[in-house]
């Protein structure tokens, strides 16, 4: 049901709030110490190909993000300019999106969007809201129906500035977009629902919260004020039958292929991360209803147990496809259920993750920077461990 080539057993080691503590000071001190203010960058990891940009999902913004949210919620003493380094950034973007992927299109992970809206939080002007307007319209007619370049990351943020200014401005965006979404939702004989994505140049149905159908139902889910109860409990009643129809279970454990594919539903999948399999769509799907469908709840907690039995993840300590990133699930599944054990479990993982980033860090010479597939990421799972909460970073909260 997954490559156990990728993962290894979580040792027993009892929760440590200390070393927790340590470890998100030394990640942030150290994050700190090394940024590049001339073209506010931070160095690149050899794990990422020394790849040094500016977006949210590997880049600059992302860390600052980190930065931010860091010293919002704990005690640590920051001296950082987080305004002129997104400023900086910010410059980057047009010369950055020229080679990208989907250069017309307003994408929330690699684009300037996020940027702009840090920028106008820590100093709010019309004219800064007014560009995050346009820059969310430009999805109003773009292709790609997923979170990282698409129309759900569009309608995250839109739903991330209403929430934080309640003007109806934000919410018109978002349902614009939101009411699109719903009409390429195509229904596909004995998998459910899912979404034709246009990404990349093919139409492969992902499942995975970055790139296909967990992620356009996650602004669905966080924007569900936007919708009329009947509407909503529509949008989750479709979810729930797509996650059973298309899970590989036996009696004990659950996953999910990367991508649908009617002609290999024979094969089992291989992938179990944050990206693509099991841990990321309980994160993003443990907010829909319990108790409306009773495969669909006991799906998520065998999900929970297969994420838990594979282990901790040979790619690393980071959120994306890392031990912090899967570590989330068991988050979300304490919050939803309330059990002990999940909590339990996630502090585990938290642990693994700090031997994991000293590990890295003594192997490298240097520590790992970008929020998605970092230290800084890793750092803000332990301050969710340590609170016992559940805010995955940049979806969850903004």
């Known amino acids: 049901m997954f490559d156990k080539n990728g993962h290894f057993p979580i040792p027993k080691v009892q929760w440590d709030l200390s070393q927790a503590l340590q470890a998100i000071e030394d990640i942030l001190q150290n994050t700190i110490q090394n940024f590049e203010i001339e073209n506010a960058t931070w160095p690149g990891h050899p794990q990422d190909e020394f790849f040094v940009g500016h977006s949210l999902y590997d880049g600059s913004s992302g860390t600052i ?5 860091l010293k919002k919620h704990t005690s640590i003493e920051v001296d950082f300019d987080s305004k002129s380094a997104l400023e900086t950034a910010l410059q980057k973007f047009p010369e950055e999106m020229e080679d990208a992927d989907h250069p017309e299109n307003a994408s929330y992970f ?17 004219d800064r809201a007014k560009e995050i307007e346009d820059e969310i319209q430009r999805n109003h007619t773009q292709p790609c129906r997923e979170l990282m370049w698409g129309t ?51 139409n492969l149905k992902y499942l995975s919260p970055v790139h296909g159908f967990v992620g356009n139902l996650i602004p669905l889910i966080k924007g569900q004020q936007h919708f009329s109860k009947q ?16 899970a590989v279970s036996d009696q004990k454990h659950s996953n999910w292929p990367a ?4 002609d290999l539903l024979d094969k089992p999948p291989a992938t179990l991360q944050y990206c693509h399999g099991a841990p990321g769509i309980v994160v993003h799907l443990s907010e829909l209803p319990m108790g409306e469908n009773e495969e669909f709840d006991s799906i998520l907690i065998k ?50 993750s700090i031997e994991q980033f000293k ?5 490298h010479q240097q520590q790992r920077y970008p929020l998605w597939t970092g230290d800084p990421g890793v750092a803000i799972y332990l301050e969710n461990c ?5 805010d995955f970073p940049t979806i969850d909260v903004f």
């Open 303 to 352: 999900a929970g147990e297969l994420t838990w039995d594979a282990g901790a993840l040979k790619k690393g300590a980071n959120l994306c496809h890392g031990t912090a990133g899967s570590g989330f699930a068991f988050l979300k599944l304490f919050q939803r259920t309330q059990d002990e054990i999940w909590l339990e479990r996630a502090r585990a993982f938290a642990m693994q």
């Open 386 to 390: 340590i609170k016992a909460k559940a």
């Open 110 to 126: 690699i684009g300037k969007l996020p940027t702009l809206m840090m920028l106008n939080r820590l100093s709010p002007s019309k």
């Open 65 to 69: 993000w980190a930065i931010e949210y």
């Open 152 to 202: 759900a990351g569009t309608m995250l943020a839109a739903n991330f500035m209403f929430q934080s200014t309640n003007e109806d401005r934000w919410k018109e965006q978002f349902s614009f977009q939101a009411d699109r979404l719903l009409k390429e939702w195509e229904e596909i004989p004995g998998a459910g629902h899912l979404w034709s994505p246009e990404l990349y140049g093919n």
């Open 231 to 246: 509407k909503y409990q529509e949008i989750c009643t479709k979810a729930m039958e797509t996650i059973v129809a298309i």
């Open 359 to 363: 590990q890295s860090e003594k192997q």
């Open 259 to 262: 991508v649908y594919n009617k």
